[in-house]
Nanobody
Framework: QVQLVESGGGLVQAGGSLRLSCAAS????????MGWFRQAPEKEREFVAAVNWSGGSKYYADSVKGRFTISRDNANNRAYLQMNSLKSDDTAVYYC??????????????WGQGTQVTVSS
């Protein structure tokens, strides 16, 4: 398994941008699919974006398509989430996850501790 630590959250005005990072330690990072999830207060955790092990396939929730971009750097064991045109609805704790299996049905096995993103309107 890998251990995951998120960073890059903070307070930003609506329309602004943030870049979240996920640093992974442990073996075989490049074999894992990586994903980002978020959880707003009093709501369930929801999928945001995923990228397969090679970076060649990416999937996004409809709510973030065209605004967020997921990427990964296998040489440095990192995954990223570039968030542009942020809205107040994007306010949540964002979690990085690592998993295995088909990119359309990933078994998410490792989770980070989360990083808070707050978008002020």
């Amino acid at each position: 398994q890998v251990q995951l630590v998120e960073s890059g959250g903070g307070l930003v005005q609506a329309g602004g941008s943030l870049r979240l990072s996920c640093a992974a330690s442990g073996r075989y990072f490049s074999t894992y699919n990586m994903g980002w999830f978020r959880q707003a207060p009093e709501k369930e955790r929801e999928f945001v974006a995923a990228v397969n092990w090679s970076g060649g396939s990416k999937y996004y929730a409809d709510s973030v398509k065209g605004r967020f971009t997921i990427s990964r750097d296998n040489a440095n064991n990192r995954a990223y989430l570039q968030m542009n045109s942020l809205k107040s609805d994007d306010t949540a704790v964002y979690y990085c996850a690592a998993g295995v299996g088909p990119i359309t049905s990933v078994d998410w096995r490792s989770w980070g501790q989360g990083t808070q993103v707050t978008v002020s309107s």
